[in-house]
Protein backbone atom coordinates (compact mmCIF):
# COMPACT_ATOMS: atom_id res chain seq x y z
CA UNK A 1 0.00 0.00 0.00
CA UNK A 2 3.01 2.41 0.74
CA UNK A 3 4.24 1.69 -2.86
CA UNK A 4 0.89 1.98 -4.18
CA UNK A 5 0.67 5.42 -2.52
CA UNK A 6 4.22 6.25 -3.31
CA UNK A 7 3.70 5.86 -7.23
CA UNK A 8 -0.02 7.55 -6.91
CA UNK A 9 1.90 10.95 -5.84
CA UNK A 10 5.02 10.60 -7.70
CA UNK A 11 2.05 10.81 -10.66
CA UNK A 12 0.42 13.54 -9.59
CA UNK A 13 3.48 15.89 -8.98
CA UNK A 14 4.55 14.40 -13.09
CA UNK A 15 1.20 15.59 -14.08
CA UNK A 16 1.50 18.74 -12.53
CA UNK A 17 4.88 19.14 -13.89
CA UNK A 18 3.86 18.58 -17.67
CA UNK A 19 0.46 20.84 -16.92
CA UNK A 20 2.86 23.44 -15.66
CA UNK A 21 5.46 23.28 -18.47
CA UNK A 22 2.71 23.62 -21.11
CA UNK A 23 1.26 26.45 -19.69
CA UNK A 24 4.75 28.17 -19.25
CA UNK A 25 5.03 27.52 -22.66
CA UNK A 26 2.14 29.15 -24.04
CA UNK A 27 2.65 32.26 -21.86
CA UNK A 28 6.07 32.58 -23.13
CA UNK A 29 4.97 32.25 -27.12
CA UNK A 30 1.81 34.48 -26.30
CA UNK A 31 4.92 37.13 -25.03
CA UNK A 32 6.89 36.47 -27.83
CA UNK A 33 3.87 37.28 -30.45
CA UNK A 34 2.57 40.23 -28.61
CA UNK A 35 6.73 41.68 -28.66
CA UNK A 36 6.82 41.03 -32.08
CA UNK A 37 3.89 42.68 -33.21
CA UNK A 38 4.57 45.60 -30.51
CA UNK A 39 7.77 45.88 -32.65
CA UNK A 40 6.20 45.60 -36.13
CA UNK A 41 3.73 48.61 -34.85
CA UNK A 42 5.99 50.84 -33.26
CA UNK A 43 8.32 50.44 -36.49
CA UNK A 44 5.15 51.61 -38.72
CA UNK A 45 4.69 53.81 -36.12
CA UNK A 46 8.47 55.25 -36.58
CA UNK A 47 7.72 55.18 -39.91
CA UNK A 48 4.90 57.37 -40.21
CA UNK A 49 6.38 60.14 -38.33
CA UNK A 50 9.57 59.96 -40.13
CA UNK A 51 7.03 60.39 -43.24
CA UNK A 52 5.47 63.41 -41.53
CA UNK A 53 9.10 65.08 -40.20
CA UNK A 54 9.99 64.61 -43.77
CA UNK A 55 7.25 66.54 -45.32
CA UNK A 56 8.15 70.12 -44.58
CA UNK A 57 11.45 69.47 -46.99
CA UNK A 58 9.67 68.85 -49.95
CA UNK A 59 8.78 72.39 -50.22
CA UNK A 60 10.16 73.99 -54.00
CA UNK A 61 13.78 74.84 -52.82
CA UNK A 62 15.70 77.26 -55.10
CA UNK A 63 19.11 76.45 -53.80
CA UNK A 64 20.37 73.84 -51.56
CA UNK A 65 19.54 73.07 -47.90
CA UNK A 66 20.64 71.16 -44.91
CA UNK A 67 18.21 69.98 -42.02
CA UNK A 68 18.86 68.20 -38.98
CA UNK A 69 17.02 64.82 -38.38
CA UNK A 70 16.61 63.88 -34.18
CA UNK A 71 14.86 60.12 -33.92
CA UNK A 72 15.58 60.11 -30.45
CA UNK A 73 16.75 56.68 -30.13
CA UNK A 74 19.38 54.20 -32.23
CA UNK A 75 17.37 53.90 -35.41
CA UNK A 76 18.30 51.64 -39.15
CA UNK A 77 16.14 53.28 -41.83
CA UNK A 78 15.94 51.01 -45.34
CA UNK A 79 14.66 52.52 -48.42
CA UNK A 80 12.72 50.62 -51.14
CA UNK A 81 12.28 51.79 -54.51
CA UNK A 82 9.86 50.91 -56.55
CA UNK A 83 9.55 52.04 -60.75
CA UNK A 84 6.61 50.81 -62.07
CA UNK A 85 3.54 52.47 -62.82
CA UNK A 86 3.29 56.32 -63.18
CA UNK A 87 5.65 58.19 -60.71
CA UNK A 88 6.89 54.76 -59.14
CA UNK A 89 6.89 54.30 -55.19
CA UNK A 90 9.16 55.32 -52.80
CA UNK A 91 8.86 53.76 -49.28
CA UNK A 92 10.86 53.79 -46.17
CA UNK A 93 11.61 50.81 -43.26
CA UNK A 94 12.84 51.39 -39.91
CA UNK A 95 14.42 48.91 -37.33
CA UNK A 96 15.29 50.57 -33.36
CA UNK A 97 17.12 49.30 -30.73
CA UNK A 98 16.00 48.42 -27.69
CA UNK A 99 17.83 46.15 -24.89
CA UNK A 100 20.12 45.33 -27.49
CA UNK A 101 17.80 44.24 -29.99
CA UNK A 102 16.81 45.23 -33.78
CA UNK A 103 12.79 45.33 -33.32
CA UNK A 104 11.34 44.25 -36.59
CA UNK A 105 10.88 46.88 -39.29
CA UNK A 106 7.15 47.95 -39.49
CA UNK A 107 5.38 48.17 -42.47
CA UNK A 108 6.50 50.84 -45.08
CA UNK A 109 5.64 54.03 -45.79
CA UNK A 110 4.81 54.48 -49.41
CA UNK A 111 5.00 58.00 -51.30
CA UNK A 112 4.89 58.74 -54.98
CA UNK A 113 6.35 62.56 -54.58
CA UNK A 114 9.56 61.52 -52.36
CA UNK A 115 13.08 61.19 -53.61
CA UNK A 116 15.04 60.54 -50.98
CA UNK A 117 18.71 58.71 -51.46
CA UNK A 118 20.52 57.03 -48.38
CA UNK A 119 23.08 53.98 -47.82
CA UNK A 120 20.67 50.54 -47.46
CA UNK A 121 20.52 50.74 -44.47
CA UNK A 122 21.82 54.05 -42.56
CA UNK A 123 22.27 54.30 -39.05
CA UNK A 124 21.90 56.51 -35.94
CA UNK A 125 20.20 58.66 -33.68
CA UNK A 126 20.80 61.66 -35.67
CA UNK A 127 20.45 62.25 -39.33
CA UNK A 128 21.03 65.11 -41.87
CA UNK A 129 19.17 65.72 -44.51
CA UNK A 130 20.58 67.01 -47.44
CA UNK A 131 18.33 68.58 -50.35
CA UNK A 132 19.24 69.56 -53.72
CA UNK A 133 16.95 70.84 -56.69
CA UNK A 134 16.81 68.80 -60.12
CA UNK A 135 16.45 70.26 -62.97
CA UNK A 136 16.83 68.43 -66.06
CA UNK A 137 16.56 71.07 -67.74
CA UNK A 138 13.22 72.37 -65.76
CA UNK A 139 12.99 72.03 -62.48
CA UNK A 140 11.76 67.67 -61.67
CA UNK A 141 11.61 68.03 -57.80
CA UNK A 142 13.83 67.98 -54.94
CA UNK A 143 16.08 65.40 -54.51
CA UNK A 144 16.57 64.54 -50.51
CA UNK A 145 19.61 62.74 -49.06
CA UNK A 146 19.56 61.10 -45.46
CA UNK A 147 23.37 60.64 -43.60
CA UNK A 148 23.92 59.44 -40.46
CA UNK A 149 25.65 61.71 -38.04
CA UNK A 150 27.83 57.88 -37.54
CA UNK A 151 28.61 58.57 -41.35
CA UNK A 152 31.59 61.06 -42.02
CA UNK A 153 32.63 61.69 -45.97
CA UNK A 154 35.72 63.26 -46.45
CA UNK A 155 36.01 65.28 -50.06
CA UNK A 156 39.48 64.94 -51.35
CA UNK A 157 39.91 66.87 -54.55
CA UNK A 158 36.84 68.45 -54.68
CA UNK A 159 35.60 70.94 -57.70
CA UNK A 160 35.60 74.93 -56.65
CA UNK A 161 31.55 74.90 -56.86
CA UNK A 162 31.02 71.59 -54.63
CA UNK A 163 33.65 73.22 -52.07
CA UNK A 164 31.33 75.92 -51.90
CA UNK A 165 28.28 74.54 -51.31
CA UNK A 166 29.69 72.30 -48.22
CA UNK A 167 31.37 75.66 -46.54
CA UNK A 168 28.29 77.46 -47.24
CA UNK A 169 26.05 74.38 -46.18
CA UNK A 170 28.40 73.23 -43.32
CA UNK A 171 27.18 69.71 -42.83
CA UNK A 172 28.44 68.33 -40.08
CA UNK A 173 28.89 64.72 -41.73
CA UNK A 174 30.44 65.92 -44.69
CA UNK A 175 34.34 67.42 -44.66
CA UNK A 176 36.56 69.14 -47.54
CA UNK A 177 39.60 69.54 -44.80
CA UNK A 178 40.80 68.33 -41.51
CA UNK A 179 39.09 65.02 -41.92
CA UNK A 180 38.36 62.62 -39.40
CA UNK A 181 39.98 59.33 -39.29
CA UNK A 182 37.32 57.09 -39.49
CA UNK A 183 36.24 59.29 -42.60
CA UNK A 184 34.67 57.50 -46.09
CA UNK A 185 36.91 59.01 -48.51
CA UNK A 186 35.30 60.48 -51.92
CA UNK A 187 37.85 61.19 -54.21
CA UNK A 188 37.78 63.51 -57.42
CA UNK A 189 39.34 62.72 -60.25
CA UNK A 190 42.33 61.69 -58.13
CA UNK A 191 43.44 58.42 -56.38
CA UNK A 192 41.78 55.01 -55.13
CA UNK A 193 39.40 55.99 -52.27
CA UNK A 194 36.09 54.37 -51.00
CA UNK A 195 34.34 56.34 -53.43
CA UNK A 196 35.60 57.74 -56.47
CA UNK A 197 34.26 60.80 -58.64
CA UNK A 198 35.24 60.78 -61.99
CA UNK A 199 34.04 64.60 -63.20
CA UNK A 200 35.68 64.75 -66.85
CA UNK A 201 33.11 61.64 -67.53
CA UNK A 202 30.89 61.71 -65.06
CA UNK A 203 30.47 58.48 -63.15
CA UNK A 204 31.34 57.65 -59.91
CA UNK A 205 32.81 54.09 -58.91
CA UNK A 206 31.47 52.43 -55.71
CA UNK A 207 31.55 49.21 -54.38
CA UNK A 208 32.94 47.87 -57.71
CA UNK A 209 29.75 49.19 -59.22
CA UNK A 210 29.67 52.29 -61.87
CA UNK A 211 27.03 54.84 -61.14
CA UNK A 212 26.95 57.81 -64.22
CA UNK A 213 25.56 61.01 -63.29
CA UNK A 214 24.50 64.53 -65.14
CA UNK A 215 24.28 67.53 -62.86
CA UNK A 216 25.37 67.98 -58.94
CA UNK A 217 22.15 66.89 -57.68
CA UNK A 218 22.65 63.48 -59.15
CA UNK A 219 26.56 63.09 -58.73
CA UNK A 220 25.51 63.42 -54.80
CA UNK A 221 22.56 60.63 -55.54
CA UNK A 222 25.18 58.25 -56.69
CA UNK A 223 27.68 59.12 -53.47
CA UNK A 224 24.85 58.78 -50.82
CA UNK A 225 22.66 55.73 -52.04
CA UNK A 226 23.91 51.95 -53.69
CA UNK A 227 23.47 51.53 -57.77
CA UNK A 228 20.34 49.42 -57.62
CA UNK A 229 18.84 52.27 -55.72
CA UNK A 230 19.91 54.68 -57.19
CA UNK A 231 18.65 53.85 -60.73
CA UNK A 232 15.25 52.51 -59.47
CA UNK A 233 14.85 56.83 -58.71
CA UNK A 234 16.98 57.75 -61.75
CA UNK A 235 14.09 55.95 -63.70
CA UNK A 236 11.01 57.26 -61.80
CA UNK A 237 12.47 61.16 -61.78
CA UNK A 238 12.67 60.44 -65.35
CA UNK A 239 8.71 58.92 -65.52
CA UNK A 240 8.29 62.17 -63.74
CA UNK A 241 9.98 64.30 -66.00
CA UNK A 242 8.06 63.08 -68.86
CA UNK A 243 4.65 64.18 -67.22
CA UNK A 244 6.42 67.37 -67.10
CA UNK A 245 7.07 67.68 -70.65
CA UNK A 246 3.69 66.96 -71.50
CA UNK A 247 2.52 69.87 -69.37
CA UNK A 248 5.17 72.37 -70.88
CA UNK A 249 4.00 70.94 -74.54
CA UNK A 250 0.46 72.28 -73.69
CA UNK A 251 1.70 75.33 -71.89
CA UNK A 252 3.37 76.42 -75.28
CA UNK A 253 0.23 75.48 -77.12
CA UNK A 254 -1.53 77.99 -74.88
CA UNK A 255 0.61 80.71 -75.15
CA UNK A 256 1.16 80.25 -78.62
CA UNK A 257 -2.87 80.93 -78.60
CA UNK A 258 -1.79 84.11 -77.55
CA UNK A 259 0.42 85.01 -80.38
CA UNK A 260 3.75 84.20 -78.21
CA UNK A 261 5.43 81.29 -79.49
CA UNK A 262 7.70 79.05 -77.89
CA UNK A 263 11.08 77.75 -79.97
CA UNK A 264 11.70 74.93 -78.22
CA UNK A 265 8.30 72.63 -78.32
CA UNK A 266 9.26 70.38 -81.03
CA UNK A 267 12.41 70.25 -79.18
CA UNK A 268 10.43 68.56 -75.83
CA UNK A 269 8.47 66.11 -78.06
CA UNK A 270 11.93 64.90 -79.23
CA UNK A 271 13.64 64.88 -76.00
CA UNK A 272 10.55 62.55 -74.64
CA UNK A 273 11.45 60.50 -77.27
CA UNK A 274 14.39 60.25 -75.95
CA UNK A 275 13.35 59.33 -72.58
CA UNK A 276 11.19 56.80 -73.59
CA UNK A 277 13.72 54.58 -74.38
CA UNK A 278 15.45 55.61 -71.07
CA UNK A 279 16.60 52.39 -69.35
CA UNK A 280 19.28 53.16 -66.48
CA UNK A 281 22.07 56.20 -65.65
CA UNK A 282 24.34 54.94 -68.70
CA UNK A 283 21.73 56.56 -70.83
CA UNK A 284 21.91 59.87 -69.54
CA UNK A 285 25.12 60.95 -71.33
CA UNK A 286 23.10 60.47 -74.47
CA UNK A 287 20.25 63.08 -73.91
CA UNK A 288 22.34 65.66 -71.69
CA UNK A 289 23.27 67.61 -74.96
CA UNK A 290 19.63 67.53 -76.05
CA UNK A 291 18.77 69.05 -72.26
CA UNK A 292 21.33 71.40 -72.79
CA UNK A 293 20.45 72.56 -75.86
CA UNK A 294 16.72 73.06 -74.00
CA UNK A 295 17.60 75.11 -71.90
CA UNK A 296 19.38 77.64 -73.61
CA UNK A 297 16.69 78.24 -76.15
CA UNK A 298 14.34 78.79 -73.31
CA UNK A 299 16.49 81.29 -71.82
CA UNK A 300 16.82 83.59 -74.44
CA UNK A 301 13.13 83.45 -75.62
CA UNK A 302 10.84 85.77 -75.17
CA UNK A 303 8.55 83.61 -74.44
CA UNK A 304 9.97 81.12 -71.63
CA UNK A 305 8.28 78.01 -70.59
CA UNK A 306 9.84 78.48 -67.31
Do not use: H
Not at 124 to 151: A, H, Q, R
Not at 162 to 173: G, V, Y
Not at 214 to 226: G, K, N, V
Not at 240 to 263: F, G, T, V
Request: hydrophobic share 35%; charged share 20%.
Amino acid sequence: MNKKGFLQISFQWLFAIIVGAIILFLAIYAVSKFSSTNEATSGTKINAQLSALLNPLESSFETSKITPLNLGTETRIYPLCDSDGGFGIQSIKTSQKSFNKWSTPGIGSNVKNRYLFLENPVQGKNFYVFSKPFEFPFKITDLMYIISENDNYCFKNAPSNIKEEIIQLKPKSIFIEDCPDNSIKVCFNMGVCDINVNTNSNYVQKNNTIMYFEEDSLMYATIFSPKQYYECQLNRLISREKILIDIYIEKADIISNQKCYSSIKNELIELKNLLNNFRDSDDLSSIYSKIISINNKNKNSKCRLW
